[in-house]
T-cell receptor, first 116, second 116 residues
Framework: AQTVTQSQPEMSVQEAETVTLSCTYD???????LFWYKQPPSRQMILVIR??????QNATENRFSVNFQKAAKSFSLKISDSQLGDAAMYFC?????????????FGKGTLLTVNP | NAGVMQNPRHLVRRRGQEARLRCSPM?????VYWYRQLPEEGLKFMVY????????ESGMPKERFSAEFPKEGPSILRIQQVVRGDSAAYFC??????????????FGNGTRLTVT
C-alpha cells in the first residue's frame, strides 16, 4: 500500500518570505499523481498544485511550486512571497494513475503559520 | 456557481443514534466520493459512487456504514448506531469524471460529526 509522510507537523514563515513544506511517499508504481491540498480554518480542501510522475518538469502555479524528486520519492511544496491568507493546514496526497486514481492517499498534514 | 454542498456543517449524536450526512455535488458532476478525517490525520477514502451505483466501497467499514447516490437528490452517508470512534470530519468530493487528475476532485466543507 502507498504511504505519504509529512515530517513537519508545524511550520512558520514571515510574511513575504519563502517556505518549503516536505513530503515523501512510498510506492512501487512508476506512474502516479501527486497533489498538494490546502485546508484553511473553513475546513474546505482546496487543490493547490498537482504533478504527474512521468513529467520531469516541476509544476508551478503562481507563487506555488514543487520540487519533485522521483528517485528520492520526494514532493516538496515551495510557497514564495508568503501571504497571510496562505496560513492553513497543507496536505500532500498521492494517487495511482490507473483505474482507481480517484482514491487519494493523504499525509497527516503540516500546519503553516504566517507571521505579519 | 455553487461548489460541493454538504449539510449539516456540524452534527451531534448520542451513542447508538443514527447520523445522516448529505452531499450535493457540483452542477454537472455525476461522480461523488466520501472521505473521513479523524483528528490529527489526513483524509481517508471511504466510498465512490455514481448515480444509483456504488463503484468502490473498499474504504467503508463493513458494519453500520452505508452510502447512496440516488437518481434524484443528494448523496447520503449513513452511520447507524454511532460510537465515539465515529467522531470525525466527513468530506464529500465530486468530479465530472472518475479521475483525480484530469478532473480533480472538488471537496465540500465537510460535516463534523461529534458523538457524545
Amino acid at each position: 500500500a502507498q504511504t505519504v509522510t509529512q515530517s513537519q507537523p508545524e511550520m512558520s514563515v514571515q510574511e513575504a518570505e519563502t517556505v518549503t513544506l516536505s513530503c515523501t511517499y512510498d510506492t512501487s508504481e512508476s506512474d502516479y499523481y501527486l497533489f498538494w491540498y490546502k485546508q484553511p480554518p473553513s475546513r474546505q480542501m482546496i487543490l493547490v498544485i498537482r504533478q504527474e510522475a512521468y513529467k520531469q518538469q516541476n509544476a508551478t502555479e503562481n507563487r506555488f511550486s514543487v520540487n519533485f524528486q522521483k528517485a528520492a520519492k520526494s514532493f516538496s511544496l515551495k510557497i514564495s512571497d508568503s501571504q497571510l491568507g496562505d496560513a492553513a493546514m497543507y496536505f500532500c496526497a498521492y494517487a495511482n494513475s490507473g483505474g482507481s486514481n480517484y482514491k487519494l492517499t493523504f499525509g497527516k498534514g503540516t500546519l503553516l503559520t504566517v507571521n505579519p | 456557481n455553487a461548489g460541493v454542498m454538504q449539510n449539516p456543517r456540524h452534527l451531534v449524536r448520542r451513542r447508538g443514534q443514527e447520523a445522516r450526512l448529505r452531499c450535493s455535488p457540483m452542477k454537472g458532476h455525476s461522480h461523488v466520493y466520501w472521505y473521513r478525517q479523524l483528528p490529527e490525520e489526513g483524509l481517508k477514502f471511504m466510498v465512490y459512487l455514481q448515480k444509483e451505483n456504488i463503484i468502490d466501497e473498499s474504504g467503508m467499514p463493513k458494519e453500520r456504514f452505508s452510502a447512496e447516490f440516488p437518481k434524484e437528490g443528494p448523496s447520503i452517508l449513513r452511520i447507524q448506531q454511532v460510537v465515539r470512534g465515529d467522531s470525525a470530519a466527513y468530506f464529500c468530493a465530486s468530479s465530472p469524471q472518475g479521475s483525480s487528475y484530469n478532473s480533480p476532485l472538488h471537496f465540500g466543507n465537510g460535516t463534523r460529526l461529534t458523538v457524545t
